[in-house]
């Protein structure tokens, strides 16, 4: 046979799918015959189906597992992952794939893999899965109160039933003293209730107890505590397991039992076990879960049938000889007999009986023990001891169990298919045969001292693989116990990382190049981690500093030592705002060399980043520059005389400013009036004012420190905050020569907001100018639709029908005039009607006709200032304004609200006059609150534009453009407050004239 048909053969007899596919298409080239056999269709249907792997993924897992295998393959990168594919015959088959991209030249030309049958282990998966969720339901569940505590008392689990018991719910009880929390403060009862928490982790691993313990709200309860000591791999204790039943009412009943005997009899009656007395065949006495557990409905049911009859027949003649031994006066062991129930059921029962006088005849005090729950439990171990060894033939693992004596027991199939072998190849210690010769003595030296003190193990070595090659494993192994607790051998793993050893070596010489560069850097340069501790440093560190690389890792404290004590507080403010994410930024500082000299240093650190993105710390460049800033000091002192001539600019409130080698500024004498600070205050920090700039207008001032390195004369604007706090704009410009820099910082707050207003006035205007015309152009072609409407309206010969469709259009037409209207008060192309009126009156007529519009869940509340005087107003402007602001309110809520009308006196000051370009003095105001959805920041200052609506198709957009005009139309004002989810608030604020103005006022 030649040698590619042996290989050939190999593939074939693999326990998995051997593949070969087409990168681009996913096309099979070659699978394996086992392919047929796991999944059942045929080699011919693989290869000549172009999409036949990704057709058969399961629907759950094709796109993520086309994604992910898509993506390793154009990383050039071997992958493994876990899917599900669809059988012919429709069974759902899990597999593990494992494969390997085959490139040339940087280029992808081809995939191989393997596909093992993993289906059992995820089936196992999802038993263990279940079975944890089962526990996790007992445990919220029980009765009694599980607790658990660390070796300091400090309590760590709390289940639903301690919270029950003892009052405190989990998140109060979780990291206090159980001793605080159960045990009275009461000295006496404390004394007697004793140190729970001391006996359990310092004596013994198990106790029982029973005391009192004080609940939250002061009351005592009696527990019964079961508490068993927790311990690590080396036995040693690390908390407390507990658990506790209330056993009040049960001490209270004990109490009572001792003094009547039929406190006694309920004591039997409540046994979980059955307790019976026969004579002569016959039941005399039986407790209640011996009725319960036969199914009979009372004593005299039960006692009517003879004690045989109860007994299934195969046991009656066993049942006969026990009775007969028990009444000889022997003792006898338990007993397993099956039972029949009323209703002809069986049960397995363990019974157990002595000799008893009842009322001076010889009798059975018996007990019967139902085993049924427990003979379940034993065929569950027994089927999870079946699915284990399942489980462990099938793990893609070497899997191998030793003797206690040394042997070899058991191999699973991957140690099979890895060394070719099988366990008649390795009785005794042969297996060891398959370690490399170079690595049997430490491996044989390890197992055995690990055999000897029965602790685990773990070692790195290399096997011999059945194509006659040794490939390094890396294998763990521990001590494996059976049920009864008794040492049966060694339970190892060993996982096949040949691969991985490679990729490590080549890691190494990797890095071994990256170090040759990097410690033949000129500047200094280091790597901390997040913590802030060295990772690596340039030899070039010593040149600079005097001291070598060595020393700084081995003393991280070295580095703030030989820091200049005017610069370490700098220092650490630039490092504490890289570590929280700021944008690294040049700096310079000073160190003193080892001999004492001065050394000045230019610093630029970066973040440093793995390939998913994660931090991996800082990595820093500090270079020389002590003779650079030497001519730059040289040149700052001329730069005096600048600035002095720049404070002749604080008149345009403009503050003149210059920044030395040393990163002190020096500000102007305007500064104080122009930034609400002293050149003193200003003076006294080192650096660029960053705290002073707002966040998102910092990276304007990088960009600008960009732009002066490529030496230009650099601009930009920013809001700073003011001394007194309020935030102001400013124009910065800055220039730099021979490492100063010299700028002036202007206030352009005013020009910004006149800016601004300018803006709106020419959009609003421009909208005006425009309705304004389109609207008259309308307003004629309405009234010759209206006209002819009258005009056939009053043709007697018009139908029924032609009638009612007349009516349609002229309703359209009216509706059309009132949007005119709008459009033309919206322009201001309506003269106003002002008469002296009162608001009081306009807003309540308004109100209560707006009123009758509202939903029934929707309420209006009326606030009318008393004595409010009256003014010029156009009444049917004013009703307008009312009813719109109510309406919108109307549309912003959703569902049950409140609508409130507010009026009122104002006086305005000049500040908020000059704001609204309005007069300052007495107004009258009127605002209109909801409780509807609120309007978002960022459209806040949109709600006055005209055609703007967030309603829809259901808005035209001109409702409060309508109220802004005549509003503005009256020599009044508005203001407009919300917040998101909690409603919105407009003000209406309107002069307050008594009489015509001199210039007069349009009627």
């Not at 392919?35 to 999409?51: D, H, N, V």
């Not at 820093?620 to 002095?644: C, G, P, Y």
Request: net charge negative.
């Amino acid at each position: 046979m030649t040698f590619d048909r042996q290989m050939e053969d190999l593939v074939h007899s693999l326990d998995g799918i051997v593949w070969e596919a087409d990168p681009d298409t996913m096309r099979m080239r070659f699978v394996s015959r086992q392919a047929e056999r796991l999944l059942g269709y045929p080699i011919s249907q693989w290869l000549e189906e172009p999409a036949f792997w990704i057709d058969h993924l399961h629907p759950g897992d094709r796109d993520w597992a086309l994604a992910f295998c898509t993506e390793s393959t154009r990383d050039l990168r071997n992958h493994s992952f876990e899917y599900r594919m669809v059988a012919q015959d429709g069974r759902v088959v899990w597999l593990q794939d494992l494969v390997t991209v085959v490139s040339e030249g940087g280029k992808v030309t081809g995939l191989r893999g393997l596909m093992v049958d993993i289906t059992r282990r995820k089936e196992a998966e999802t038993r263990a899965s279940a079975i944890q969720q089962r526990w996790g339901l007992h445990i919220e569940q029980t009765p009694l109160a599980i607790i658990e505590w660390n070796t300091e008392g400090k309590v760590i689990s709390w289940n639903p039933a301690a919270e029950k018991i003892f009052g405190y719910l989990a998140a109060e009880a979780i990291g206090q003293s159980i001793q605080d929390l159960v045990v009275p403060k009461d000295p006496e009862l404390r004394r007697q209730v004793g140190l729970i928490a001391e006996s359990p982790v310092k004596e013994q691993s198990h106790s029982e107890v029973q005391h009192a313990n004080i609940r939250k709200d002061g009351s005592l309860v009696l527990c019964q505590w079961f508490n068993t000591t927790l311990k690590d791999d080396q036995g040693r204790p690390i908390g407390v397991a507990s658990m506790a039943l209330d056993v009040t009412e049960l001490h209270q009943a004990t109490q009572a039992l001792a003094e009547s005997e039929t406190r006694f009899r309920r004591l039997v009656e409540l046994n979980p076990n059955a307790i019976i007395i026969q004579t002569g065949g016959r039941w005399r006495f039986a407790n209640a879960t011996t009725l319960a557990l036969f199914g009979a409905a009372n004593f005299e049911a039960f006692q009517a049938r003879p004690v045989l009859e109860w007994i299934h027949p195969d046991h009656r003649d066993a049942a006969r000889q026990r009775v007969q031994r028990v009444l000889s006066g022997e003792i006898l062991p338990e007993q397993e007999l099956t039972f029949l129930r009323e209703d002809g059921s069986t049960f397995p029962a363990m019974v157990h009986g002595t000799l008893f006088n009842h009322q001076g005849v010889s009798s059975i005090l018996g007990v019967i023990r139902d085993i049924t729950q427990q003979k379940e439990t034993d065929a569950a171990i027994e089927k999870a001891r079946d699915s284990y060894r399942s489980l462990l033939m099938e793990m893609p693992f070497l899997v191998w169990k030793g003797t206690s004596d040394g042997g070899c027991e058991y191999i699973n199939q991957a140690w099979m298919d890895f060394t070719g072998l099988d366990l008649d190849h390795l009785r005794g210690n042969q297996w060891a045969e398959c370690v490399h010769p170079e690595d049997q003595p430490l491996l044989m030296q390890a197992y055995t001292t690990a055999m000897a003190s029965l602790q685990p193990m773990a070692m790195e070595f290399r096997m011999r693989h059945q194509n006659g090659g040794y490939r390094w494993v890396k294998g763990q192994g521990k001590p494996f116990y059976g049920l009864d607790g008794r040492f049966e051998g060694f339970l190892a793993a060993c996982n096949d990382i040949h691969d991985q050893r490679l990729a490590e070596a080549a890691l190494m010489e990797k890095e071994q190049r990256f170090r040759t560069v990097a410690d033949f850097t000129y500047d200094w340069e280091y790597w901390t981690s997040k913590d802030g501790g060295f990772l690596w440093m340039s030899p070039s560190c010593e040149r600079i500093t005097g001291y070598s690389s060595e020393a700084f890792i081995k003393d991280p404290g070295l580095m703030g030592r030989i820091l200049h004590p005017d610069d370490r507080a700098m220092l650490e403010e630039h490092v504490h705002e890289v570590r929280d994410g700021g944008e690294p930024f040049p700096m310079d500082f000073r160190i003193l060399h080892k001999d004492g000299r001065q050394i000045w240093i230019s610093h630029i650190c970066t973040s440093v980043f793995d390939a998913e993105g994660r931090p991996l710390g800082r990595r820093a460049a500090n270079r020389d520059i002590t003779a650079r800033r030497q001519a730059e000091e040289d040149l700052f002192e001329a730069s005096r005389q600048r600035l002095a001539m720049l404070e002749a600019a604080s008149v345009a409130r403009v503050v003149p400013w210059s920044m030395g080698s040393d990163g002190h500024m020096q500000w102007g004498d305007s500064a104080n009036l122009v930034l609400g600070q002293t050149p003193t205050v200003l003076g006294n920090r080192r650096g660029w004012p960053w705290e002073s700039i707002q966040a998102e207008d910092r990276p304007r001032l990088h960009q600008a420190l960009r732009e002066v390195d490529m030496g230009i004369v650099a601009s930009f604007e920013c809001r700073m905050r003011h001394g007194q706090g309020h935030p102001i704009w400013t124009r910065w410009t800055l220039a730099r020569e021979q490492g100063s820099f010299h700028g002036a910082v202007q206030d352009i707050t005013e020009q910004h907001a006149i800016q601004e207003q300018l803006l709106q006035s020419q959009k609003l205007e421009s909208v005006g100018t425009l309705v304004g015309g389109i609207s008259h152009d309308f307003n004629n072609l309405l009234g010759a639709i209206l006209g002819y409407c009258d005009l056939f309206e009053n043709d007697p010969d018009l139908n029924a029908r032609h009638r009612k469709g007349l009516g349609v259009i002229q309703g359209a037409a009216l509706r059309g005039r009132e949007l005119v209207d709008q459009l033309l008060g919206f322009s201001r192309k309506v003269a106003p009607n002002r008469v002296k009126a009162s608001l009081n009156a306009i807003v309540s007529e308004a109100g209560d006709l707006v009123a009758r519009a509202l939903p029934s869940g929707i309420q209006m509340s009326l606030d009318l200032a008393p004595d409010l005087p009256d003014t010029l107003l156009d009444p049917g402007q004013m009703h307008q304004v009312v009813m719109n602001l109510v309406i919108n309110a109307r549309d912003a809520i959703q569902g049950p609200g409140i609508i409130s009308l507010r009026t009122g006196r104002s006086d305005i000051g000049p500040e908020t006059a000059l704001a609204h370009n309005r007069p300052p003095g007495p107004y009258v105001s009127l605002e209109v609150e909801d409780t509807g959805c609120g309007i978002p920041p960022d459209q806040l200052n949109r709600v006055f534009e005209p055609f703007y609506t967030t309603k829809g198709l259901k808005g035209t957009g001109l409702g409060l453009s309508v109220v802004y005009g005549l509003v503005t139309e009256h020599g009044g004002f508005m203001q407009c407050q919300s917040e998101v989810g909690r409603g919105t608030r407009f003000r209406v604020v309107l002069p307050l004239i008594t009489a015509p103005q001199s210039q007069g006022v349009p009627h």
